[in-house]
């Protein structure tokens, strides 16, 4: 087509979401590509349900007052002086740490359900059978990870956080945005590697056994989510006109720069700070330093697992960051160091592992090899 939606490729032919009548065409049913059959097929390799407690059971008990969720270094707010010692002086570190892991979680739930709702937008749109019945499978899958991350967070805290207001418009600008290219990248590419940064890094750091079963089980379905984009972009990107090709790098590199100044934002915890007798204004403060120092941003970004580390090798492999937005993303990761590491993604090993766990239930006496590079 040749329109917004940049599609280079029949796959992802796309139609107008209310027009119904494209998809009773004829010469339609017979068309079915065959470029997704392999991540389609595997859909029961990697099948789990959070209501089944035989894969996951949320009854587990975890003594929210005395044990914290994550270790102070994953707490951005306790590397400011005037919060630690704070907390630490009046013992509210615990129940701190495991307010700002209530507030990680629910950012959690929210794209989760952001990322189902797209899948579903994509069935009213893309008009090939197998692409239409890949975005089907992810709707499903989708479904799920909003149920057992609502089922998480009720089962530690009661009730999820509001999403963030950053978070909450781009997940609106992708689900309603027309144009094809905006919904892969925004959702196949920068949430869910958003998503597989903080997965990882969950099920690394995490000291609740109950979560890190949770980030493992979700990273089985993601990973071949994530794949889905890869396709889009191994097919469309080399294809695309100079024009079309800066108009799609800026706006992942306006997306990126969205996410890493505010998807934390400290302004929006203000009422947290005060609840716990903090200044949110001194807190507030304390963090932007942080952040602003290059050192320290730097230092956090070399982990592997770092979320924002995650989505520039995402753009990176997908051949979304050329000479011209390269300097742009060197100033947060080293460029060389990322290109060498190769295309293998974080959490690859820890999805692997996690479809050997759900075999070993669902084919207790046929287990099968399934690799989540299937395509």
């Not at 069935?123 to 692409?131: E, F, I, T």
């Not at 009661?158 to 892969?184: F, M, N, S, W």
Request: glycine share 6%; proline share 4%; with cysteine.
């Amino acid at each position: 087509m040749a329109d917004g939606n940049i599609t280079k490729d029949i796959l992802y032919d796309a139609v107008a979401p209310d027009d119904f009548e494209a998809m009773l065409e004829l010469d339609r049913y017979g068309a079915r590509s065959t470029a997704f059959d392999k991540i389609i097929s595997a859909t029961h390799d990697h099948f789990w349900d959070p209501l089944d407690p035989k894969y996951i059971d949320f009854s587990a008990p975890w003594d929210m007052e005395h044990e914290a969720l994550l270790p102070d270094d994953q707490v951005m707010s306790l590397q400011v002086p005037y919060v630690r010692e704070h907390l630490e002086r009046t013992g509210q570190k615990v129940k701190f740490i495991n307010e700002m892991s209530l507030w990680n979680f629910s950012s959690i739930l929210h794209g989760e359900q952001g990322a189902l709702n797209l899948s579903a937008s994509l069935c009213h749109v893309l008009k090939d059978q197998g692409a239409q019945e890949y975005a089907a499978n992810q709707t499903r899958e989708e479904a799920r990870h909003v149920t057992a991350f609502a089922r998480y967070i009720k089962a530690r805290w009661g009730r999820p956080r509001p999403c963030g207001a950053t978070l909450q418009a781009l997940l609106v600008d992708i689900i309603h945005a027309p144009e094809v290219y905006k919904k892969i990248i925004g959702m196949q590419m920068l949430v869910e590697g958003l998503a597989m940064g903080a997965f990882a890094t969950g099920y690394q750091t995490n000291r609740d056994p109950l979560a890190r079963k949770l980030f493992q089980l979700v990273m089985t379905d993601e990973a071949f989510h994530h794949k889905f984009g890869k396709i889009w972009a191994d097919r469309t990107i080399p294809k695309m006109t100079q024009d079309e090709r800066d108009t799609v790098e800026d706006w992942a590199a306006h997306c990126f720069q969205s996410l890493l100044f505010n998807l934390g934002s400290p302004v929006q915890q203000a009422q947290v700070y005060r609840d716990f007798g903090l200044d949110p204004e001194k807190v507030i403060e304390g963090i932007r330093e942080f952040i602003q120092n290059d050192d320290a941003r730097r230092e956090r970004l070399k982990s592997q697992t770092n979320i924002f580390r995650v989505l520039i090798k995402t753009l990176h492999n997908a051949g979304l960051i050329t000479a011209r937005t390269r300097g742009f993303y060197a100033t947060y990761v080293d460029m060389d160091e990322l290109k060498a590491e190769g295309e293998k993604m974080v959490g690859d090993d820890i999805a692997e592992a996690g479809i050997a766990y759900l075999q070993e239930i669902n084919f207790k006496d046929r287990a099968r090899p399934v690799s989540i590079a299937a395509e």
